[in-house]
């Protein structure tokens, strides 16, 4: 097992929506900044990691949500490199409230990329070791996403500050536009339990992407489809269960 860290923080008023949950937008983005802040104490930080022409990125998260913190809370967010292979690190992310108890837990797996070629490149044990995963053959795989059958779409244009330090879209604004879609009627009334999501390409300044999306029922709820694309190509796709 690699090292892990915790990082405390107040879920503030701008990281909540109109029932004062924390949005998955917001969430993520201070997942990120756990991973940033062991980097840096490590001195794998961004700015090592460039100095070999490199940066990270994100293919895939799996989060499971017993329930989304509150503004105003007090949450402990911790973060373990867990393991990597070849070409992809597998890093895992708990929530965890004042009394201790698990409100969420996020799979991720990351791959470096080349910021000139933007091809994935190999794990570099430069960077890697300090963190002491564990290293492996097997590649993870993760659960399949079902694709739309017949969805509909609202267009969003990429602006300047939706672009991140790498160079693309920064994760958190595909699920603006993965979640926008659903409306204020839906998204007041449901929450998410489960999400899997799977970034396919990046998406660039100025493009134009169509957030495809479908709603179903089943046992537990309801749950989506959503496929971010630009014309016929696939960009981003994921699947929601909500109650």
């Known amino acids: 097992m690699g090292k892990s860290y915790t990082m405390p923080y107040e879920v503030a008023y701008y990281d909540g929506d109109i029932t004062k949950r924390m949005t998955l937008p917001s969430m993520l983005a ?18 090592f990691v460039a100095g070999f022409g490199l940066g ?27 393991s990597y292979n070849k070409y992809f690190c597998y890093r895992n992310f708990w929530i965890h409230d004042e009394a201790g108890e698990e409100c969420v837990q996020i799979k991720t797996t990351f791959v470096l990329m080349n910021k000139k070629n933007r091809k994935m490149s190999n794990v570099l044990e430069e960077i890697i070791a300090p963190y002491e995963s564990e290293k492996i053959k097997k590649i993870y795989r993760n659960e399949k996403i079902e694709k739309i059958e017949s969805g509909i779409f609202h267009n969003y244009r990429v602006r300047f500050f939706d672009i991140d330090g790498n ?38 300044y100025g493009h134009e992407v169509e957030s495809h999306y479908e709603v179903l029922e089943n046992e537990t709820g309801p749950w989506t489809r959503h496929e971010i694309r630009i014309e016929d190509q696939l960009y981003c796709e994921a699947n929601i269960q909500w109650i």
Do not use: C
Not at 30 to 47: D, F, P, Y
Not at 60 to 67: G, L, P, Q, S, V
Not at 180 to 194: A, C, I, N, T, W
């Open 30 to 47: 201070v997942v990120i900044k756990t991973s940033e802040e062991q980097s840096a104490l490590l001195g794998r930080g961004a700015e």
């Open 167 to 204: 160079q693309h879209v920064n994760n958190a604004i595909y699920f603006n536009w993965l979640l926008d879609v659903l409306g204020y009627e839906f998204l007041s009334k449901h929450q998410p339990l489960r999400v899997n999501v799977k970034f396919d390409k990046e998406v660039e």
């Open 56 to 82: 990270w990125v994100i293919t895939n998260y799996e989060i499971e949500i017993k329930r989304l913190p509150m503004v105003g809370e007090n949450i402990q967010i911790t973060t373990q490199a867990m």
